[in-house]
């Protein structure tokens, strides 16, 4: 019973919402603690794991650890310690982020943090963890090398290697090789690039196109871009700088991530540097460069305003340029395309990565990058994290062609126990969702409920019963995504109105109560067939019926 045991919450068979449960001696260990955005038009905030399998666990959940600060990792956090009272483990900028959040999220007033730096460890429980600099797309990503019954674990976190990084940006190459000659029993892998070959575009590459960009451009310019990108921010303020502009936020995440930068230190700009965007009009076009949120076009983003000519302190001019220093997540297509074009009609010139590779580096390590982690740890066994099925695959396959023998592909729910050897099939154990909007959890039926409306539409049917009994009866329709005109809106209310006089009729006759069960039916159906009639489908249909007293 000394095995340990792998149980992911989210991340595994899906992208985003990250979380990953160790399980030892009756303890347990959770890493990352992160949501993911639903882009299906529901109203919907966020999406995080459903906590409550962790339930028969409270009291023996010893602590989070924290790979960095992207919400896919650290963003249900809030959640998670409003359900069980726990330390967080996690580097400055993570637990400097969370803080931030601490009106929106009283919860975070009591958080138990404690810092961890690359060379650092931490015992939580049975559980030893030793914190490893690797280089992401965020300022103070981590690794972690785990000690425990099977011997030692190795989560990558989000990584890649990038030799145009500062020496202490980039990936502690030497320590992950270290590792490797001491014996990792277990290698937990970032899949997200795993169909990327070829080697990955590095920031001091990106830096230098994008000022060329920059300098030859005679009006304003945008960038947008991931607002938690620091080491990008860095050398933005230097190309804003020797270019001759000033650097203008756009965008709560990106104000929001500037202040954390800079208060840590990251960001040395001088004060002159940044300009506020109420005061845009003050500057010459070709002297500011803005920094945007809403490369995923989101709805209320900056780039998503302006795109729609809405933004109510940035208007774009023929001359000006906007460059998307950034990849679309899969299923925003469609909505990036949209914003594009938004842009592209107002005359300015939109850059993209497709256009030029150069303007973004990924955060993540290409299939090169990830053979060369296997390469350098060589584990006994290796379990793929973070990506679709697909994604799992793949990175098993790699894994295998390194000839690493014991290799699993798992996802959510899927509990793995590891005998320091070998890996295998545990059981599966249902892992849910939970919904949020405005700070509420909504259950999956009301879901099912918006879904349907979306598709069909709604009508309601009211049935005013007078006093003196339903032969008196007014029906009155009212609908909504259903008719698309006032002519069959009409059509279908003269059309239920007869539908229901029939029904009302052969109710009488037949000396039933009146608008007994069987009446009530015969009356909706009715008001179905004549939405039916008109619409050519049938909609959800709601009877309503107000009785006079």
Excluded at 14 to 33: F, P, R
Excluded at 144 to 161: E, L, M, Q, S
Excluded at 313 to 336: M, N, T, Y
Excluded at 344 to 357: C, K, M, N, S
Aim: a negative charge; aromatic letters at 4%; one cysteine or more.
């Amino acid at each position: 019973m000394n095995d340990l045991r792998i149980f992911p919450l989210g991340g595994l068979g899906e992208v985003g919402m990250n979380c990953l449960a160790l399980e030892q001696n009756g303890e347990i260990l959770l890493i990352d603690a992160g949501v993911t955005f639903d882009s299906r038009g529901l109203g919907l905030d966020v999406v995080h794991p459903d906590f409550a399998c962790l339930d028969r666990f409270d009291g023996r959940i010893k602590g989070l650890v924290l790979t960095h600060a992207h919400e896919d990792h650290v963003g249900a956090v809030p959640y998670l310690l409003d359900r069980f009272d726990i330390p967080v483990y996690g580097p400055a900028y993570a637990l400097e982020l969370l803080k931030s959040r601490r009106r929106e999220h009283p919860i975070l007033d009591d958080m138990k943090a404690e810092e961890i730096a690359p060379g650092s460890r931490v015992r939580v429980g049975s559980f030893e963890v030793e914190a490893i600099r690797v280089a992401h797309s965020i300022a103070d990503a981590l690794a972690f090398a785990i000690r425990t019954n099977g011997g030692t674990v190795v989560h990558t976190g989000d990584f890649r290697f990038d030799g145009t990084l500062a020496p202490t940006e980039q990936l502690d190459i030497a320590r992950f090789r270290a590792l490797g000659k001491e014996g990792v029993a277990l290698l937990m892998s970032d899949s997200t690039n795993v169909d990327v070959e070829g080697d990955t575009v590095g920031e001091g590459e990106v830096a230098e196109r994008l000022e060329s960009l920059v300098a030859k451009q005679t009006g304003g310019v945008i960038l947008g871009m991931f607002a938690s990108n620091t080491s990008r921010m860095k050398r933005i303020g230097k190309i804003a700088t020797a270019t001759g502009r000033r650097i203008v936020p756009l965008g709560r995440s990106i104000v929001n991530h500037l202040q954390i930068a800079r208060r840590l230190g990251y960001l040395p700009w001088p004060e002159e540097l940044l300009w506020p965007p109420d005061r845009i009009g003050e500057l010459r076009r070709n002297q500011w460069l803005a920094l945007a949120t809403g490369t995923q076009a989101e709805e209320y983003s900056a780039l998503q305003r302006i795109a729609k000519g809405q933004h109510h302190q940035v208007k774009l001019a023929g001359g000006d340029a906007v460059i998307l220093s950034s990849r679309v997540i899969p299923g925003h297509e469609l909505a990036v395309t949209e914003m594009i074009g938004g842009l592209l009609r107002q005359g300015v010139e939109v850059i993209t990565a497709g256009d030029d590779p150069l303007v973004h580096a990924s955060g993540h390590a290409s299939a090169p990058d990830q053979r060369r982690m296997i390469q350098e740890t060589m584990p006994a066994a290796f379990l793929p994290l973070h990506g679709t099925r697909m994604h799992l695959e793949k990175h098993a396959k790699l894994a295998r062609a390194e000839g690493i023998r014991s290799v699993l592909v798992a996802e959510d729910g899927d509990r793995v126990r590891f005998d320091g050897s070998q890996l295998s099939p545990d059981f599966h154990e249902k892992v849910g969702r939970t919904w949020r909007a405005h700070g509420r959890v909504l259950a999956e039926s009301l879901l099912d409920d918006r879904r349907l409306l979306a598709a069909e539409g709604l009508v309601v049917a009211i049935l005013h019963v007078p006093s003196g009994g339903a032969s008196g009866a007014q029906l009155v329709l009212v609908s909504r995504g259903v008719f698309g005109s006032a002519a069959m809106d009409r059509e279908a209310s003269v059309l239920a109105k007869e539908e229901v006089r029939q029904a009302l009729a052969a109710a009488s006759r037949e000396g039933r109560e009146s608008l007994d069960a069987a009446t009530k039916d015969a009356v909706q159906r009715g008001v179905r067939r004549a939405v039916q009639k008109v619409a050519g489908y049938r909609p959800t249909v709601h009877l309503e019926i107000v009785r006079e007293a």
